[in-house]
């Protein structure tokens, strides 16, 4: 209530517009799972699709992040810095970079998975997004934290998310690692490009959850100073 009365005050508040960049960045996100379903299916045709329609959900979120940066003021009243707000934005269309790159990459050359590493790939997959999700929970409550000048039991319950997202994150490196094991258990099998496609493609994945976790430790440093 406090930082609504601010705002009416002096300014429009960048936290309901950083809850949309969010849902926006989710949506490309949500696209990386079918993409890699159609790459398993060898369906180059709809990785094509899924493609562009992660890169217009991307174009969307970046348009919010620039309306967010050319709306927030250089001096206002603020439950967190200015210059805090900035590199949570940062982080998190950075999630939504990343998952374009994957995408994108996905669709330079037809690639067709090997039956032994496709468990290792999805399951890769999975713990990713489910880092990248359990993130955006946490994120998106931004604007309800907001609403509570970043106090209470809404921020305990967002801190507690937060320490779910670490745990991920670890288990998506961890599976990260197995992929890796995976691939090399059958270079022989396997040629030079297709190998250094796979690592790259793993690389992408991990920037997603290497972000959503940024973002929430971004946000976790502007919950220690409200």
């Given amino acids: 209530m406090r930082g609504r009365l601010i705002f009416g005050l002096f300014g429009r508040s960048p936290f309901k517009p950083l809850h949309d960049h969010m849902m926006k960045v989710k949506e490309c996100t949500s696209l990386i799972k079918p993409l890699f379903n159609a790459l398993i299916a060898g369906d180059l045709e709809e990785m094509r699709r899924i493609a562009q329609e992660v890169s217009k959900a991307e174009h969307e979120a970046d348009k919010i992040k620039n309306e967010i940066r050319s709306h927030l003021p250089k001096s206002i009243f603020l439950p967190v810095a200015r210059e805090d707000i900035l590199v949570f934005l940062r982080e998190q269309d950075a999630i939504a970079d990343a998952a374009e790159e994957v ?93 250094y496609l796979l690592l790259e493609i793993s690389s992408g994945l991990r920037r997603i959850a290497h972000h959503a976790e940024n973002a929430c430790d971004y946000l976790r440093m502007m919950l220690s100073k409200g």
């Avoid at 994150?169 to 040629?191: G, P």
């Fill in 103 to 195: 995408a994108l990459f996905l669709t330079l050359r037809e690639l067709r998975i090997h039956d032994k590493i496709r468990g290792p790939l999805m399951e890769l997959v999975d713990k990713v997004l489910d880092t990248s999700d359990t993130a955006a929970k946490a994120t998106s409550e931004i604007h309800l934290l907001f609403e509570t000048a970043f106090r209470g039991k809404e921020k305990e319950r967002v801190l507690s998310i937060i320490s779910e997202v670490e745990r991920k994150k670890w288990e998506a490196d961890m599976a990260r690692l197995s992929f890796a094991r995976s691939i090399f258990e059958i270079e022989e099998e396997l040629d030079p490009t297709t190998i």
